[in-house]
């Protein structure tokens, strides 16, 4: 293990990148993914979750809610900050990068079954891509909301959707970008991504109106209109972006 060693940039990179993944309330020493990474880094455990809270300070989300990392850090966290805090694409392609090299495990053995190593060319280097971006908006967004739907508050990891407020199809910018994700549970994903419902600027529920033909069906006020008008979780981090919402009210949402 490394210790009292300065860090470098790309180890700093991969302490971002778990960073976005790892509830900030759950950074500890004896979290297992901060063990994983700390293991790849030749880092303990410790010195990682340290370093994450030094990049805690930088996150002006945390600021507003007077949630605050540790007060001293380094000019190397804020250039790693700068350059990936608005490029999530960036972020992730040379963090796995660097895993990938580190762990001496490739990116298809991580991400590919036993079929899908079969792909040759750029079908298997799509897939690849896809399921690393995929993995990494779902954590980000999931560990945001403390795996918990920002509805009802369920906490079933395996009902839980990391849900695209812009549709990825409509912006491939901001496809890995936190603030266009909000945790949904696999119901009302559906329902968001269909435009029955959708949330205003004050993160407010609002039900579609095509939806009130159904009232009278218990199961669909139980699902639906028991949430009308209701505040949203919000998370410590990645708050939904007023833009993304505003664009799914006017371009997805059905009308309420």
């Known amino acids: 293990m490394k210790k009292g060693t300065d860090w470098s940039r790309e180890e700093t990179i ?16 004896k979290n297992s993914v901060i063990i ?52 999530r694409e960036s972020l992730v392609l040379e963090a796995e990068k660097i895993i990938e090299r580190m762990s001496k495990k490739t990116l298809e053995d991580a991400y590919l079954n036993v079929y899908e190593k079969k792909y040759t060319g750029e079908e298997k280097e799509r897939l690849v891509r896809m399921r690393v971006n995929q993995n990494f908006f779902r954590s980000s967004i999931l560990s945001a ?8 508050g369920m906490k079933i990891n395996e009902l839980l959707i990391a849900s695209h407020i812009k549709p990825w199809a409509k912006d491939i910018n901001n496809r890995l970008n936190p603030h266009n994700g909000i945790c949904l549970n696999v119901i009302h994903d559906k329902a968001f991504d269909q435009g029955y419902i959708t949330i205003d600027k004050h993160y407010r529920i609002i039900i579609a109106r095509e939806i009130r033909k159904y009232c009278e069906n218990s199961f669909v006020n139980d699902v639906f209109y028991k949430y009308d008008r209701q505040t949203i979780l919000i998370p410590n981090k990645f708050k939904p972006s007023l833009e993304f919402l505003e664009y799914h009210n006017d371009m997805i949402f059905k009308g309420g």
């Open 14 to 29: 991969i302490a971002f990148y778990v960073y976005c993944i790892v509830p900030f309330s759950k950074s500890s020493k």
């Open 36 to 87: 994983h990474y700390a293991n790849i880094l030749g880092r303990t455990p410790s010195a990682l979750h340290m370093k994450i809270s030094n990049i805690g300070r930088l996150d002006p989300e945390l600021k507003e809610k007077n949630i605050t990392g540790l007060t001293h850090g380094s000019k190397i966290e804020e250039d790693v900050w700068n350059e990936f805090e608005s490029d």
């Open 145 to 152: 909301y403390n795996n918990t739907c920002a509805i009802t």
